[in-house]
Every structure is written in structure tokens, then in C-alpha cells.
Nanobody, 123 residues
């Protein structure tokens, strides 16, 4: 069983920054690959960023160049540094864990999810 707990969300003005954290329990980092997703009001959950199994980072086009995914293995914590935030980044952000060999962009392929943290960007 894997437990994921997000934190760091909040209200920020457009152009500002936030850093989200995802604390993972147990063997999450050694068995699963981690990712960030988000769900905006009235929209489907969408992929934001992830690590591949070769540890390459991948980003949605909408956040590329503004968001950075990273992790601290000893602390089993993953981060999402979000800079130059826009109102359209407003969403609940989730961290998730997937097994080897599944498509990394598809939310249904993830086995474990955190409870989410709200990010609101005001214009």
C-alpha cells in the first residue's frame, strides 16, 4: 500500500510561484514512478509532469518552461515548482504513482493518488 500526501497549495497572484510537495510512504519511490496531475473546475483530470523509468522528465505543453518536477529520494518526497503562474493553472493538483510499463500520460493507469491540494491563481 502506498500513501501520498500533497501540500503547498494556496492562493497566488498571476506571475507568482508556488512549490507543491508530495510525501510518499513506504517503497513508493523504488517500486513506482510518480507524476503530477491536475483537475480544473469543470474539466477532466490532466497530466502535468512525470519521471520516466529512465528518470527523464516530461511535461505537458501548457506548463513546459514554467514548472519543474523534482524529488528527494532519501525523504521520499516529490516536488512541483511552479513559476510564472497563470489563472488557467487554477486547479486541484494531485500526485500519483504508476507501475512499470504503463502509459505515463493516462490518469487511469495510476494506482495510487493523493487527496489533492488546491492552487488558485488570481488575475
Amino acid at each position: 500500500q502506498v500513501q501520498l500526501v500533497e501540500s503547498g497549495g494556496g492562493l497566488v497572484q498571476a506571475g507568482g510561484s508556488l512549490r507543491l510537495s508530495c510525501a510518499a510512504s513506504g517503497r513508493a519511490f523504488s517500486v513506482y514512478k510518480m507524476a503530477w496531475f491536475r483537475r480544473a473546475p469543470g474539466k477532466e483530470r490532466e497530466f502535468v509532469a512525470t519521471f520516466s523509468w529512465s528518470d527523464t522528465t516530461y511535461y505537458a505543453d501548457s506548463v513546459k518552461g514554467r514548472f519543474t518536477i523534482s524529488r528527494d529520494n532519501p525523504k521520499t518526497t516529490m516536488y512541483l515548482q511552479m513559476n510564472s503562474l497563470k489563472p488557467e493553472d487554477t486547479a486541484v493538483y494531485y500526485c500519483a504513482a504508476r507501475r512499470y510499463g504503463v502509459n505515463q500520460y493516462t490518469a487511469n493507469n495510476y494506482d495510487y493518488w493523493g487527496q489533492g491540494t488546491q492552487v488558485t491563481v488570481s488575475s
